[in-house]
């Protein structure tokens, strides 16, 4: 039980900006000299142009009131725009009223566009369904009657645990007509981490499939759902099955029912029930630097009207002639803002994609562009990168001439990625949007605008209009250009995090207590000589795989949680793919060190194995290295940095702070050796 371990909610406060590789980078970013402007053919047709920051700074509450009204469909309209008078806890919009169902649905049929496409799936296998709103609305508003049937009422949470199938969507929609915030669980996260999840926000349903389609194959779902309720979760009454694979699942009667029985004959009428804008719309939980990850929750107004806002601008959407695609499984909050709430609350055609980019082969994204005439597409540096590895003839092989605008998140996007994008992707032409976020500030907030920003390879840039972010020193004061320090957001913004669910004290110390009244990001960057930001990863103990957030700590308490393992530090080592990855030292207790000198491969395999048990296969550390000691200071602290260099087969760096300064030298020697 990892997750339920209670850690210390120590303050989440970073060591100095640490990373030696991001500063090895500054000399290489700080040259970067190409510049991509927009063409003035894409500039004079942009939604956004130059006028937005300066509508923004003259009155940033009122430009955000504005989007608010312009953007949703408020059932009662809000006289009040922003309460920050509980700092840091924000209200914004909060004497208004409105559903986020209804302006994500409902209010496109109303107003003539009910047979536009919302949502063309692609299923791993090839299978397509074509939802329509009309259709959306329908099928919605069914599982808002089935799940109310099944006593979900307002305010009552509901965990998903789902493929990227139709049906998630619906679900999360059905939550959002009922009032009922979602807590949807990434599918690749164990039973481990789906019950302390289950637990903490104290669900009463579970939305689950048999199974998913992963790399051709069936990927069962339900025997996790099945494990983790099994461990005890009092306050789930129902579990919720989509049949997907046909696989067998184990069934238990009275508290298991299947989508098709119970969703498939409710009424398809459903009134969407009005809420506060402060009225909490998900849960969503990230890794912090302790062992319990954080249920970062947000409200309704202002998450929709930022997601909207900037789904509209940042890629330039045409909601009658785009066809948008983003990359994110649901389960991440990419997946929430720019999946569900940002295209579909804007009108958006987009594809939803079940598997992976090389099922059945390494075209199948490409294919997909070309077939639907993908016009927007919004992925993660890793996957670009893994796309280059492929070779670029594999692109080539496929019309991809409808793009016209490509966005990336997730982690910091190398030059020489973007730059493959853009040439091999992009045919030379397309304008590159690398936006900055994260869980924790619902939506965009550092990007650049598609037909304004000349755009700087490997470069965020500058706060979007409406947005106020700096970097600072130690001492919170605003770093001259050219110089490096850390990320923080100095204005409040409408999507921004609520709290953390149940621990508001935890949410204070976590983002609010580094820097006094600056929302602390937990990123490194610089600014360079134009001012523009440059983001250089974290500065805490969140390390970034493939985009995804893994904390170290969490790692590491999963690593302990198994008989042979004494102690154990992880770190994120950079990776040429992933842009990093999990790297453990492992300390083995003495009868298990024994057997491992003999059989080191068991060991590793075993641990390995024991982690993606713990928390998901994502979380398994890409090698896992024995070792007699562990290099600590005086007050125990473990000394990241230096395993950091072991890990990253490079000169171990000052270590005159060790507690004991042999240590590094043990630890080097044993490597050295064959295992
Ligand atoms: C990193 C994902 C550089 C960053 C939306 C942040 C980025 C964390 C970028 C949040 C980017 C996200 N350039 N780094 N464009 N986008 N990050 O919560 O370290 O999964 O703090 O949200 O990803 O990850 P999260």
Redesign the pocket.
């Known amino acids: 039980m990892t997750e339920q371990s209670d850690a210390p909610t120590t303050p989440e406060t970073p060591e100095a900006p640490h990373d030696p590789q991001a500063t090895q980078g500054l000399e290489n970013l700080l040259t970067e000299d190409r510049r991509f402007p927009p063409s003035s053919e894409f500039a004079a047709q942009a939604n956004a142009g130059a006028d937005l920051y300066a509508w923004a700074n003259a009155d940033r509450p009122g430009f955000w009131a504005d989007q608010a009204r312009d953007l949703l469909t408020w059932s009662t309209p809000f006289t009040q725009t922003l309460d920050w008078s509980d700092a840091p806890f924000a209200r914004w919009f909060a004497d208004g009223r409105l559903n986020a169902a209804y302006n994500a649905v409902d209010r496109h049929v109303e107003a003539g566009r009910g047979d536009r496409v919302a949502l063309h799936f692609e299923g791993e296998g090839g299978d397509t369904r074509t939802l329509t709103y009309a259709d959306l609305q329908r099928e919605v508003s069914k599982a808002a009657n089935a799940m109310a049937a099944l006593g979900v009422g307002t305010g009552d949470r509901v965990a998903i645990y789902l493929p990227l199938i139709p049906e998630a969507v619906v679900t999360m929609l059905a939550c959002a007509r009922l009032g009922a915030p979602h807590s949807v669980v990434f599918g690749g996260f164990s039973a481990e981490a789906l019950s302390s999840r289950i637990l903490d926000a104290e669900a009463t349903l579970v939305v689950t499939a048999d199974g998913g389609f992963r790399r051709g194959n069936p990927s069962a779902l339900k025997p996790a759902v099945d494990e983790a309720l099994a461990k005890g979760a009092p306050s789930v009454r129902h579990v919720l099955v989509v049949r997907r694979t046909g696989q067998p699942v184990e069934w238990t009667p009275g508290r298991d029912v299947w989508w098709h029985e119970a969703v498939d004959v409710a009424s398809p009428q459903h009134e969407p029930v009005e809420v506060d804008a402060e009225h909490p719309l998900f849960i969503l939980y990230?890794s912090g630097t302790t062992g319990k990850p954080k249920g970062i929750f947000h409200t309704t107004g202002g998450y929709l009207t930022q997601a909207a806002y900037t789904h509209l601008n940042v890629f330039d959407l045409k909601p009658e002639t785009d066809v948008y695609w983003c990359t994110a499984d649901v389960g991440?909050?990419?997946g929430h803002t720019y999946v569900v709430y940002g295209p579909l609350v804007n009108g958006a055609t987009q594809v939803i994609y079940e598997g992976t980019p090389d099922t059945p082969h390494r075209g199948r994204w490409w294919e997909i562009v070309q077939k639907y005439g993908v016009t927007i597409l919004y992925t993660a540096p890793t996957a670009i990168r893994t796309c280059m590895k492929w070779g670029e003839d594999i692109p080539a092989g496929f019309d991809l001439s409808s793009l016209r605008v490509l966005g990336?998140?997730?982690?910091?996007?190398n030059p020489e990625a973007w730059m493959w994008y853009r040439r091999v992707i992009g045919a030379d032409r397309t304008p590159i949007v690398?936006?900055?976020?994260?869980?924790?500030t619902g939506a965009i907030m550092i990007s650049p605008l598609p037909g304004v920003t000349a755009t700087k390879p490997g470069s965020?840039q500058v706060a979007l209009p409406g947005i106020a972010a700096d970097v600072v020193d130690d001492d919170a004061k605003p770093v001259p250009n050219g110089a490096g320090g850390y990320l923080v957001v100095t204005e409040p913004w409408p999507s921004m995090l609520r709290g953390i669910w149940g621990d508001p004290e935890r949410y204070r110390d976590t983002y609010w207590s580094r820097f006094r009244d600056l929302y602390f990001?937990?990123?490194g960057a610089k600014k360079d000589a134009d001012g523009d930001i440059w983001?250089l990863?974290?500065v805490d103990d969140v390390m970034?795989v493939s985009g995804?957030?893994l904390s170290t700590t969490e790692i590491e308490s999963a690593l302990v949680a198994h008989p042979w393992v004494a102690e154990a530090a992880v770190v994120g080592a950079t990776d040429e793919t992933t842009g990093q990855a999990v790297v453990a030292f492992v300390i083995l207790r003495g009868d298990a060190a024994e057997a491992a000198s003999s059989d080191a491969a068991t060991v590793q395999e075993t641990l390995r194995t024991h982690v993606a048990k713990e928390i998901g296969p994502i979380a398994k550390p890409r090698q896992i290295l024995v070792v007699p000691e562990l290099p600590k200071t005086r007050s125990g602290k473990i000394m990241r940095r230096l395993l950091r260099d072991v890990a990253e087969h490079r000169q171990v760096g000052d270590a005159t702070t060790l507690a004991d300064s042999s240590v590094m030298d043990l630890i080097s020697a044993g490597l050295a050796r064959p295992a």
């Not at 990336?408 to 996007?413: A, D, F, L, R, W």
């Not at 690398?434 to 924790?440: G, I, L, P, S, Y």
């Open positions: 990230t991440w909050i990419t990336s998140v997730g982690e910091p996007i690398d936006t900055w976020w994260q869980t924790e965020a990001a937990g990123d983001l990863g974290r970034n995804h957030r």
